[in-house]
């Protein structure tokens, strides 16, 4: 249950307000993160008018909407506790400490005189819009010390990358490591994000998070509740002169010169894509847009090497992407867990084509692949 001020399960935190505000705002406590504050007080700003479209507004947003001018009214709470940041639900659902951490897939044992962290981070789309959340500084805090992580979560889920869609009542989690000073009173990690509605271009602030290591609510993870038309099989959908076909879905052991890990197989699909644009567009698995997702949030990006093809159909690769005026047919490939089922093919258009896209109903395109 979600609370009127935007926590689910009220804990007394070892964090306080106070001191954020002895770290200089959050603007300091995420200074690792290149980012800047609106002030250090508990204030709201004045709310934010909300861009093209008739989804939600942002919460308790304050300023133009660029990077930085929002307020500070922090939310702070404990793990697993549900913070409300309209439209977005955000819970750290697990904090756990480790002696090894990944970094970019590599596991390595954490060094001497550090303590390592694996937190597992959710956002779900409460709205019944299409939208899109950026981060505006992520780091974990070790008394007022500020660390950012190990995958670089805030950097591959900024503006620069165009942010991540999310469909009404989508999740998506995140693994995430850290390597913290040892010994220090209080754990716990703060997040900036922002919000556009799609297919919006602008990006505006909501309020800071903080959460708590040293508190457990005790309360499940959120969970998915996708409320979105399923796209059949060679049925074309596009926005913006993009056009997409998935003609088959399936999965095998082998695809091309891929390594799975041990318990994977791969996720694969026959596809087709059409660039009517005036622009080269990326294509294929993760920055190309594809992906697989699961029930949990879990998106499933890496091809493991998959290069080659399977059987006849070549697997796609196109580092420099799809030209104007040409079409591309093969096959996208993804590592994932054997038998993962619930289980989605998702293509999402690049966000520079969301803005001839006002007339289309869906930003975010979903197969059923089991």
């Known amino acids: 249950m979600i609370s009127s001020d935007g926590v689910s399960g009220r804990m007394t935190p070892g964090f306080t307000r106070r001191d954020v505000v002895r770290m200089g705002g959050l603007g300091a406590a995420l200074a690792l993160a290149g980012c800047s504050t609106g002030g250090d007080d508990d204030s709201d700003g004045e709310s934010s008018e909300s861009n093209s479209g008739s989804g939600p507004e942002p919460d308790s947003a304050s300023g133009s909407g660029a990077s930085g001018s929002q307020s500070d009214q922090v939310a702070i709470g404990a793990v697993s506790e549900v913070l409300l940041r309209t439209p977005l639900e955000i819970q750290v659902q697990h904090a756990t400490e480790v002696d090894t951490v990944d970094t970019f897939g590599i596991e390595m044992q954490v060094e001497e005189g550090m303590v390592g962290y694996a937190v597992t ?42 942010g991540v869609a999310l469909a009404p009542g989508e999740l998506r ?26 297919p919006g271009t602008e990006f505006f602030p ?28 060679d049925e ?17 052991d082998e695809a091309g010169r891929g ?4 318990g994977e197989e791969f996720g694969l699909g026959d596809v087709r894509i059409d660039n009517g644009t005036r622009l080269p567009v990326a294509a294929g698995i993760g920055f190309g847009g594809f992906g697989f997702q699961d029930d949990v ?7 493991r090497g998959a290069e080659g093809s399977v059987g006849e159909r070549e697997i796609i690769d196109l580092p420099n992407g799809i030209q104007p005026g040409e079409a591309v047919e093969g096959i996208i490939a993804a590592g994932i867990p054997q038998g993962t089922e619930p289980l989605y093919l998702t293509f ?14 869906e930003h975010k395109f979903f197969w059923q692949a089991r």
């Open 121 to 162: 981070l959710a956002f779900k789309n409460a709205s019944d819009a299409y939208v899109s959340f950026a981060t505006d500084g992520f780091a974990m805090l070790a008394d007022a010390e500020q660390v950012v992580d190990n995958q670089k979560f805030g950097e591959l889920t900024s503006t620069s990358f165009g």
């Open 173 to 198: 989690t995140y693994d995430i490591s850290f390597e913290v000073p040892d010994g220090a009173s209080r754990y716990g990690v703060a997040g900036r994000f922002e919000v556009k509605t799609l």
């Open 206 to 233: 909501v309020d800071p998070i903080l959460v708590d290591f040293a508190q457990d609510a005790g309360l499940p993870p959120i969970t998915q509740t996708l409320d979105i038309p399923f796209r059949g099989l």
């Open 236 to 252: 074309t959908v596009g926005v913006g002169g993009l056009d997409v076909t998935v003609r088959e879905i399936f999965f095998a």
């Open 259 to 262: 390594r799975l890990r041990e």
């Open 297 to 303: 949030g879990t998106r499933y990006t890496s091809n």
């Open 348 to 361: 999402t258009p690049p966000p520079a084509l969301y803005a001839n896209a006002d007339d289309v109903p």
